[in-house]
């Protein structure tokens, strides 16, 4: 409900305000939460916020949190919990992130915790990662994305993204499937803005869209 993400987001923001400069806080609001070309908000706005704390050492760990609706189902609320490492230079070689993350959601009988395992690399405008769940609802799944950033003149860029999901738990739910999406994204001093159309290659699913999101990382640079 976008009410307790206001909450969430807010207290996330006293938390930051009082912690040091390792503290990250960012904040998004969506007209739709889309998770691996599945909406999870029934194709309405989502506001989210998370918290990430990260050390010298590149290990990093945190806590986000967005509104979702599930028709048929009960959850209001999604709150995510991670710890990896990350380092390398991505601009001059290869970057890496390592770690885990477990989805939860408070308030729901009918969703199970999931925690997923996730290594990626990145070079220049591209990145990949993969990601597998050793218990997806007593299956195993995996998933295998590629992104690409084009730059652009005037802060703009061409978002690009694949997505690959497979392993038991999509065989015993129809079937492997790609999610794909292509936008233009804006960086305006601290803000982001990206329009972006979202598909599958589910057969009759008809979950092409349209999504528009504004986010914001805290605390902003100082001049």
Do not use: C
Not at 99 to 126: C, M, N, R
Not at 196 to 211: C, E, F, L, P
């Amino acid at each position: 409900m976008i009410k307790s993400r206001v909450l969430l987001a807010g207290a996330l923001l006293a938390v930051a305000g009082a912690a040091n400069a390792g503290i990250t806080v960012p904040i998004t609001l969506t007209s739709d939460y889309d998770f691996r070309g599945f909406t999870q908000t029934d194709e309405d706005p989502a506001l989210q916020a998370g918290l990430t704390w990260t050390l010298d050492s590149g290990l990093y760990f945190g806590v986000w949190g967005s509104n979702v609706d599930f028709p048929g189902a009960d959850p209001d609320i999604e709150i995510d919990a991670f710890v990896g490492f990350a380092g390398g230079d991505a601009a001059e070689g290869i970057g890496y992130d390592v770690g885990a993350i477990i989805y939860t959601y408070p308030d729901s009988q009918d969703f199970d915790e999931v925690i997923e395992l996730y290594a990626g690399l990145s070079h220049g405008i591209f990145s990949g990662k993969v990601w597998f769940s050793p218990d997806n609802y007593d299956e195993t799944s995996w998933y295998v994305e590629g992104n690409a950033a084009i730059p652009l003149p005037a802060g703009f860029s061409i978002p690009l993204h694949v997505g690959y999901s497979f392993g038991d738990y999509w065989d015993a739910a129809g079937g492997d499937y790609l999610d794909y999406s292509v936008g233009v994204a804006y960086t305006f001093e601290n803000f982001g803005l990206n329009l972006k159309w979202v598909d599958t290659d589910i057969s009759g699913a008809n979950m092409d869209r349209v999504i528009f999101t504004v986010s914001t990382t805290l605390p902003w640079a100082k001049d």
